[in-house]
């Protein structure tokens, strides 16, 4: 039993509406990539197609929303069963949540390397592999001593020597991509989803742990640094790249890159670190009532988002009208749509997150594994292993196919999750708890 200001589950214990809005990210995220990847000329314009877009838009913010929930709900607890941590204890949980954010990070410059090689035909060139393999043995080797870092297991000679040994890699790397195939430098330094999630767990565990709000139940300064980038973001996005180089300047802002070219961001943190400020007062609010009072307040706070969707949709003429008069306010209204589409996508997990109901079992499973299936996904709807099917489908086709590679994903996340205790004990002596793919970072995995 648990009461208002008590928590009665351990520190990373699962919540299961929050596994369960995460399986509805994933499904959603299958059904815009699919959808934009497997629907044929025809049939990507008008009414139809927007019904595949504005769904699927949803699942990025979703995932950053739940990388502040998850820090939330982790601060929630440290809070009532630790009684706050501080010194080397709260050194030690923030590096752990530093390392789990670069590790992720550093998986999204990884997944790009793999897509350059199988989507992109790297494998027939020996070029290719001259850059992709010490590239791909920097990535892991960073990811793995990100892992010691957060155990604390750093410094050492071994260690000192593994780092050296990753970063003669990278620089090695890109010597030969530079050297060998400079056109594809741009690619393999894109920021992508992945890239947004890491970044924004790094800034805003420092952002909450310098403030405070991992000791307090505070709210507002998580909310008031949402609304600040948002209301930033025009600004940010009238002065990028600016002096920095595109790689660097992707993080901070979208721009236009002339024609054929695709963004250097494509999930820059203006407006995107909002989401993650917003999720950390939604977990702290959840987390301070424990799993039972968080169902109660989530179907609250989805009836909440109702309102809030109502008042900032630009499908109603005030809204738009509001937007063309006041540019400035065009961000942060559909950030708070997006929020508001949260809310009450939350209250749908905590019904289908319930005992008994169909689909329960299938949901969590893709929630628990989503880094997992989003990885093996993207193959089947952009990559070499949609060829078959890409730019040819009907809608009815195309829905038959997304609920296949649904059902797919499911059977993929039981196999993950069964064999996943092997990977972590294989690497257990490098790894961070099994940072970035254990399910608490908002991509499981």
Not at 173 to 193: I, M, N
Request: overall charge positive; charged content about 15%.
């Amino acid at each position: 039993m648990s009461t208002k200001g008590q928590i009665v589950n351990p520190v990373g214990a699962r919540f299961d509406h929050v596994d369960a809005m995460r399986g509805i990210a994933v499904l959603l995220m299958i059904w815009m990539h699919t959808g934009d990847g497997w629907l044929a000329a025809p049939f990507r314009q008008g009414a139809s197609f927007d019904l595949v877009r504005s769904p699927g838009g949803l699942a990025a913010p979703l995932f950053l929303l739940l990388v502040g929930i998850s820090l939330g709900l982790r601060w929630s607890q440290e809070t009532f069963l630790a009684g706050g941590l501080a010194g080397s204890r709260g050194n030690s949980a923030l590096r752990s949540e530093l390392a789990r954010g670069l590790q992720i990070l550093l998986l999204g410059y990884l997944l790009r390397v793999q897509m350059w090689m199988l989507d992109g035909a790297g494998y027939r060139h020996w070029t290719a592999w001259a850059a992709a393999l010490p590239l791909t043995f920097a990535y892991l080797g960073g990811y793995l001593l990100l892992g010691r870092w957060a155990r604390g297991r750093l410094p050492g000679r071994r260690a000192l020597g593994w780092a050296g040994a990753a970063g003669f890699s990278w620089a090695l790397g890109f010597w030969s991509l530079w050297a060998f195939t400079p056109a594809r430098v741009e690619g393999v330094l894109r920021q992508d989803v992945l890239q947004a999630i890491g970044a924004s767990l790094v800034l805003v565990a420092c952002f909450g742990r310098a403030l405070g709000v991992v000791r307090h139940p505070l709210a507002w300064p998580c909310l008031l640094a949402a609304a600040l980038v948002a209301l930033l973001t025009p600004a940010m996005r009238a002065w990028v790249p600016g002096p920095l180089p595109g790689p660097l300047a992707g993080y901070l802002g979208y721009w236009n890159p002339g024609p054929g070219r695709t963004p250097a961001g494509l999930f820059p943190l203006f407006p995107w670190l909002a989401y993650p400020f917003v999720g950390v007062a939604l977990g702290r609010h959840f987390g301070l009532r424990g799993p039972r009072g968080a169902l109660t307040s989530a179907l609250v706070l989805a009836l909440f988002g109702l309102l809030l969707a109502a008042l900032s949709s630009e499908s109603r003429a005030p809204v738009r009208a509001l937007m063309a008069a006041e540019p400035w306010l065009q961000q942060p209204l559909r950030v708070l749509y997006r929020v508001a589409m949260g809310l009450i996508l939350g209250g749908l997990a905590v019904v289908l997150s319930r005992p008994r109901v169909p689909g329960r079992r299938g949901l969590l499973l893709l929630g628990q594994a989503s880094l997992a299936v989003y990885w093996v996904h993207l193959e089947l709807a952009f990559g070499i292993a949609s060829r078959p099917v890409s730019r040819r489908l009907a809608l009815d086709g195309w829905l038959l196919g997304w609920a296949l590679l649904s059902l797919a994903m499911v059977g993929f996340a039981w196999l993950w999750l069964r064999r996943r205790e092997l990977w972590l004990r294989l690497v257990g002596r490098f790894g961070a708890g099994g940072a970035a793919i254990d399910g608490r970072s908002g991509v499981s995995g």
